[in-house]
């Protein structure tokens, strides 16, 4: 199942999704006779049918196996995909959480020396996602204050199911709601004043700062749930800028895995439900290239079997 979030005549709206339409949940909802999902879903935030045990959810599991079972009872319901705007599938999820450095060629790429699992934990830092977060097919701004070094990183996302505190790797996918594609963009050398008296600790500080730009998480565009990826190890991540394809990976060569990520984190932070946690970018990245995003580019990523995460820079 594909769900998303979609914007039609000002309205926020929660859809199931095909890469070239899509369909009003609420409608479908009414028209099958479960005004139950159609209230949850009239709000345009798909977090409502959380969490994943909850009847809610499985009612939708329901209508979307109805669905598959007779396609004709959403006749006259789909609309285009070019006649909406789609968000990111998750309205306001409480954290997003991304990993830095978790694939072993990027490090080196990045010239730094890859740790070996056993001796080091994941890097874990924050956007800010009511104003990074942004859908499918928006312009992201090239930021003037430092526009010299703007960066893209394809990535899996997994979005977080239900509760969740000191969950073991064994468990962790049962916790899962579904997957979706991050562009974690990135300022990699952020300097709003160029001519300042440089600190002990600017290194630090302009790391985590050249992250946090308006618009620099790209998502989407939608949620694949766990029952279309069985393996999310198994995945192949793609990146491509103006057609020029520059990051070719696959989620197999993460250093820490999709459930080793979530066991780590819930052991010191609770997780909840529609928390988006973005498990890090494979090699080919502009820092070890280059080649650095400028305005007027088109940037594609995609993680096969989720879908094309398509933006633009301006």
């Not at 209508?63 to 079972?69: D, G, I, P, S, V």
């Not at 899962?176 to 160029?194: E, H, L, Q, W």
């Not at 008296?197 to 600017?202: A, L, N, T, V, Y």
């Not at 909840?272 to 973005?278: F, K, L, V």
């Amino acid at each position: 199942m594909k769900l998303c979030r979609f914007e039609k005549d000002g309205h926020p709206r929660c859809g199931l999704y095909e890469a070239h339409r899509v369909l009003p949940i609420d409608d479908f909802a009414a028209i099958a006779g479960q005004k139950y999902i159609a209230d949850a879903v009239r709000g345009g935030e798909l977090e409502r049918l959380f969490p994943i045990d909850s009847p809610r959810w499985h009612a939708m599991q329901d209508l979307y196996q109805e669905l598959k079972e007779d396609a004709s009872i959403a006749s006259g319901l789909w609309l285009p995909r070019s006649s909406v705007n789609l968000l990111p599938p998750i309205a306001r999820p409480n954290k997003l959480l991304l990993l830095a450095g978790n694939y072993a060629e990027h490090v080196s790429e990045q010239g730094d020396l890859v740790a070996e699992r056993e001796r080091t934990f994941p890097y874990v830092f924050l956007k800010p996602a009511s104003t990074t977060l942004v859908g499918d097919q928006a312009n992201v701004a090239i930021p003037i204050q430092s526009p010299d070094k703007i960066d893209h990183e394809v990535e899996l996302a997994v979005i977080i199911g239900k509760t969740g505190r000191n969950i073991a790797a064994s468990q962790a996918l049962n916790y899962v709601a579904g997957y979706t594609v991050i562009n974690d963009i990135s300022d990699r050398s952020f300097k709003p004043n160029p001519n300042r008296q440089e600190r002990p600790r600017d290194k630090h500080f302009d790391w985590s700062h050249g992250k946090w730009h308006d618009g620099f998480c790209p998502c989407g565009p939608n949620l694949t749930t766990c029952d279309e990826i069985t393996n999310p190890q198994q995945l192949s991540l793609k990146l491509w800028v103006d057609n020029d394809l520059r990051q070719d990976g696959t989620t197999a060569d993460q250093i820490f895995s999709v459930a080793d990520v979530i066991e780590f984190i819930s052991s010191w932070m609770t997780l909840e439900p529609g928390d988006i946690i973005s498990t890090g970018t494979p090699s080919g990245v502009g820092n070890a290239t280059g080649k650095f995003l400028k305005a007027g580019q088109k940037v594609e990523a995609e993680v096969v079997g989720i879908g094309r995460l398509t933006n633009y820079m301006s």
